[in-house]
């Protein structure tokens, strides 16, 4: 029913900056967030944000870097990351959430994911 496709993702001196966009199809009053997986490590999650947008939960290890937004009119959300470390470096996924907002996010409340899209953080 929901289609996610990453975009944004490549190579990046740390320090340096991305802006990962999703764009969806079809219906999108959902919860949306960002996770991400490194080689051998369990996906985990990086950001959310509610339908409207008021509401949103980073984990700590990007709170003051990282900046979820959506823009509804597009069917697109964005994750802007800035002072990126070589820690950051992995497959990032968007998706999708069918319930209510929680400030805690796990891969298994989400019921959609997109394909995902490697970001490499250089040191």
């Known amino acids: 029913q929901v289609l996610l496709v990453e975009s944004g993702g490549g190579l990046v001196q740390a320090g340096g900056s991305l802006r990962l966009s999703c764009a969806a199809s079809?219906?999108?009053?959902?919860?949306m967030g960002w996770f991400r997986q490194a080689p051998g490590k369990e996906r985990e999650f990086v950001a959310a944000i509610s339908w409207s947008g008021g509401n949103t939960a980073y984990a700590d290890s990007v709170k003051d870097r990282f900046t979820i937004s959506r823009d509804n009119a597009k069917n697109t959300l964005y994750l802007q990351m800035n002072s990126l470390k070589p820690e950051d470096t992995a497959v990032y996924y968007c998706?999708?959430?069918?319930?209510?907002?929680?400030?805690?996010?796990?891969?298994?409340?989400?019921?959609?994911w997109g394909q995902g899209t490697q970001v490499t953080v250089s040191a």
């Open positions: 998706a999708a959430e069918r319930g209510s907002w929680t400030p805690v996010h796990s891969r298994q409340q989400y019921d959609y």
């Open positions: 079809g219906r999108t009053i959902y919860i």
